[in-house]
């Protein structure tokens, strides 16, 4: 398995910084936001997905769910 790139990100113009411990470096993934229906009716992949960032350093991950609209 190739090993993802850990990187700095920005969330709504704020350098992202583990609260753990410090580092700036994080690689992502994708996350679906489960509902107890979508999953009984087998519909999970019609979920939101949130966005992970997961620190390279401590393993410590952060989730970002999508904005809603305004």
Not at 15 to 21: A, E, G, M, S, T
Not at 38 to 55: G, I, Y
């Amino acid at each position: 398995m190739a090993k993802r790139e850990a990187k700095a990100y920005e969330v709504h113009g704020h350098k992202l910084v583990c609260p753990i411990c410090g580092h700036d470096a994080f690689w992502t993934r994708r996350t679906l936001l489960n509902t107890p229906m979508a999953t009984f009716l087998n519909f999970d992949w019609a979920n939101r997905q949130a966005t992970n960032f997961v620190c390279e350093e401590c393993g410590h991950i952060l989730w970002f769910a999508p904005r809603k609209n305004r």
